[in-house]
């Protein structure tokens, strides 16, 4: 049997810098902590939404902190989000300690992102 908890996390607003750090499971660090391993995250839904009356873009890579290096991207690469509205996606991203969800928008504050998945120890 699975021992994968539910997770959710945001909403998070968007900044307008996209090597923003916005996801990154927990590692497991220090003294005497009876063996256990960092924890990886599986991410099944996102939701970015939009709460202005214009159409603002973003932005998402999965890779090291701060970074969005080409042929790491994972989702809306500068895709557009009607105004007042929202975009779903669906799927299955899992991300270990070493991996960062990182992105933004083309304005700040004018979108926000969540999601949900399940959340595990590695290892």
């Not at 994968?4 to 900044?15: D, E, H, I, R, Y």
Request: charged share 10%; glycine share 14%.
């Amino acid at each position: 049997m699975a021992s994968n908890k539910t997770f959710n996390f945001g909403p998070v607003a968007l900044s307008a810098t996209l090597t923003t750090n916005i996801l990154n499971p927990p590692t497991a660090t220090g003294g005497t902590n009876g063996g256990s391993s960092s924890q990886f995250i599986i991410i099944r839904h996102f939701r970015i939404v939009n709460k202005t009356a214009g159409a603002i873009t973003c932005s998402f890579w999965k890779g090291a902190t701060g970074a969005n290096a080409a042929g790491t991207e994972i989702l809306f690469q500068a895709t557009s989000i009607a105004a007042n509205s929202y975009v779903d996606a669906y799927g299955i991203w899992r991300f270990d300690a070493t991996d960062f969800l990182v992105g933004g928008a083309s304005a700040a504050t004018s979108l926000s992102i969540e999601g949900e998945g399940e959340i595990g120890v590695a290892g």
